[in-house]
C-alpha cells in the first residue's frame, strides 16, 4: 500500500454516516483535523498508511476493502464501456473512476445489467446463426467492432481475388526473382521507390513485427520473424505500393462500413497478395496437384511456411484451374479463432469449427505433428481435416512463445486426391446412411449442437430444455430434453 495512493473517500463517507458521526467526531477519533477529513471524502487526499491502521482499530474497517472494491468496479465498468455501443460514450477514463468510486452499488448494478444484456445477445446470436444454417435470414444485428465486420466479409465470400491474383503474377514476371524473391523485391523497391530494407535486431524493434520510416525511406524488419515471415512482410509492403489500384477496389466492391474496417481490409488483401506473391497461382497449383497438395513438400519448394502454404491452398479457386475447395481454421490454446477461410467459403452450415473435439485443439498437445482425421457433422456431412501447430515470432529467453494451431479440411469424398487421405484407412464415405465407425463425431458450437452424450460439451444447447431430472444424470455435464 505505501507505494500506492489509495482515494477512498466515498467509502469513508458512508462508514462515517453508518456510524451516525459528524465529520468533527469521526476527525477526533483519528486524530486528525475537520478540514483533513473534509478534503479525504473528497478524493483530494489519499490515505495514508498510519491512517489506514487507525480506521482499521477505531472503526473496524477492513484495509483490503479500502483498495479492492473500486478496483474490482473500474475494472467492471472498463469491460462495459469497451463494447462497441458505448465505447464513444467517454472522453476519457476519469468519470469510470468517478462512479466506481462515488456509487459503487450504482457501479455493480450498471456492469449486471450489461452482462444481461451481452448473454441475450449471444443468445439471439445463436439463434440467428441456427435459422440461417437452416436457409433463413434474419434481421437480428448487434454492434459489431471494425475487426468483426472484416472477418465476417471475408469469412462469407470465396477466398479468391481474380484481379490481385493477375496482378500479382505480373508482378512476379516484372521481377524475374530466379531463386532470390527476397532479393529481388528489395532491389524492385529500391529502384522504384527509393526504400532500403533493414532487418533490425529485438532490442531496437521490441514491439513491431515491420516498421516503415518515411522521413529515412527505409523499411524495417524483426529479426524474431523466421525468414519466410520476414519475405511476406516485404512482399507486403511491395504489393501494397505495386498493386494499390487493384487493392482499393476489391475494398470498395467489399462495401464496408467504416474508415477502420476499410483499412483492416487493406492489410488483410496485402498479405493475401504477399502469399500471391511468393507462390504464383499457375506454378503453386501445378506443383500442389503433383504433390497431391502435400503441405510440408509445397512449403520447402516455395520456401514459405507450413501456415503460408496452408493459406494458399484455400485461395486456389480459380475458374477451369481450381484445387480441391479447403478450408481453413486458426486457433489459439485458449479457443480464441484468429481466422477461417476457405475456397468455396468457409462452409459455416456443414462444419462448425467450434467443437472442442476437434484435433485442432488437440493438436496444442503434439506441437510440430501433423494430426490426420475424420469427422461428421450432425447433418451427415463428413470432412477430412488436417491440423498442427504453427509457431510465432521467435522470443527472447524468458518469454514464453505465441503458438496456434492450423486446421485445413476439405469434404471426405476428396480423400483420394490429397496426399493426408492415406492415413484414414478403414475409414469411408457413408454409405446407405451409415457412417464408419473410425469417424470423429462432432458438431457446431456446443450453444447449437444437440448431440446427446457428449463427453466434451461446455455448454448447454440453447434450442432444448435443460433436463432437470434428480433421479438420472447424463454423460454431458449439461443434459436436455
Request: some cysteine; overall charge neutral; proline content about 6%.
Amino acid at each position: 500500500m505505501a507505494n500506492q495512493k489509495i482515494f477512498a473517500g466515498p467509502r469513508i463517507r458512508r462508514v462515517r454516516n453508518a456510524k451516525g458521526l459528524t465529520q468533527t467526531a469521526m476527525a477526533e477519533g483519528l486524530g486528525i483535523s475537520p478540514s483533513y477529513l473534509n478534503l479525504i471524502e473528497r478524493n483530494q487526499r489519499p490515505l495514508t498508511v498510519p491512517l489506514i491502521l487507525k480506521l482499521a482499530s477505531v472503526y473496524k474497517v477492513d484495509p483490503d476493502e479500502l483498495q479492492g472494491e473500486a478496483g474490482l468496479s473500474l475494472q467492471a465498468l472498463r469491460e462495459v464501456f469497451s463494447d462497441p455501443l458505448l465505447s464513444g460514450e467517454l472522453p476519457g477514463e476519469q468519470e469510470l473512476v468517478d462512479v466506481a468510486e462515488a456509487a459503487p452499488n450504482a457501479a455493480a448494478a450498471l456492469v449486471k445489467l450489461y452482462r444481461a444484456y451481452r448473454e441475450q445477445a449471444d443468445r439471439m446470436s445463436d439463434l440467428s446463426e441456427m435459422l440461417a444454417r437452416e436457409g433463413r435470414t434474419t434481421a437480428i444485428s448487434a454492434a459489431r467492432l471494425p475487426i468483426d465486420e472484416v472477418r465476417e466479409v471475408f469469412e462469407r465470400r470465396a477466398a479468391h481475388f481474380p484481379s490481385i491474383e493477375e496482378e500479382a503474377e505480373s508482378f512476379h514476371k516484372l521481377l524475374e526473382p530466379g531463386d532470390d524473391l527476397a532479393g529481388a523485391i528489395k532491389a524492385w523497391l529500391r529502384r522504384e521507390h527509393g526504400i532500403v530494407v533493414r532487418v533490425l535486431p529485438v532490442a531496437t524493434m521490441p514491439n513491431w513485427r515491420r516498421r516503415y520510416d518515411r522521413h529515412s525511406q527505409r523499411l524495417f524488419i524483426s529479426e524474431r520473424l523466421s525468414p519466410a515471415d520476414q519475405l511476406r512482410e516485404i512482399a507486403m509492403e511491395a504489393c501494397l505500393l505495386r498493386m494499390s489500384v487493384a487493392i482499393a477496389a476489391e475494398i470498395e466492391a467489399l462495401k464496408f462500413s467504416g474508415n477502420e474496417a476499410r483499412r483492416l481490409a487493406r492489410f488483410e488483401l496485402g498479405r493475401y497478395a504477399a502469399h500471391a506473391l511468393m507462390m504464383p497461382y499457375q506454378a503453386f497449383f501445378a506443383a500442389a496437384e503433383r504433390a497431391r497438395y502435400d503441405l510440408d513438400v509445397l512449403r520447402s519448394r516455395f520456401g514459405v511456411s507450413f501456415e503460408q502454404a496452408a493459406n494458399r491452398l484455400v485461395t486456389l479457386g480459380r475458374a477451369g484451374a481450381s484445387g480441391v475447395p479447403f478450408f481453413m481454421l486458426e486457433v489459439d490454446n485458449a479457443g480464441n479463432r484468429f481466422r477461417k477461410a476457405g475456397v468455396q467459403g468457409f462452409p459455416q452450415s456443414r462444419f462448425g469449427g467450434g467443437c472442442p473435439k476437434l484435433a485442432v485443439h488437440a493438436a496444442f498437445a503434439q506441437p510440430g505433428q501433423i494430426l490426420v482425421e475424420a469427422v461428421e457433422m450432425p447433418d451427415g456431412a463428413e470432412f477430412l481435416t488436417v491440423a498442427r501447430t504453427l509457431e510465432g515470432p521467435q522470443g527472447a529467453f524468458g518469454e514464453r512463445p505465441r503458438r496456434t494451431a492450423l486446421l485445413i479440411g476439405c469434404d471426405l469424398a476428396f480423400r483420394d486426391s490429397v496426399v493426408y487421405g492415406a492415413a484414414l484407412a478403414g475409414t469411408s464415405v457413408k454409405t446407405a446412411g451409415v457412417s464408419s465407425p473410425a469417424l470423429t463425431p462432432i458438431g457446431p458450437a456446443c450453444r447449437l449442437c444437440e448431440r446427446a452424450g457428449c463427453l466434451a460439451r461446455a455448454e448447454p444447447p440453447v434450442t432444448r430444455p435443460l433436463g432437470l431430472d434428480e433421479m438420472v444424470t447424463g454423460l454431458s455435464a449439461f443434459d436436455f430434453q
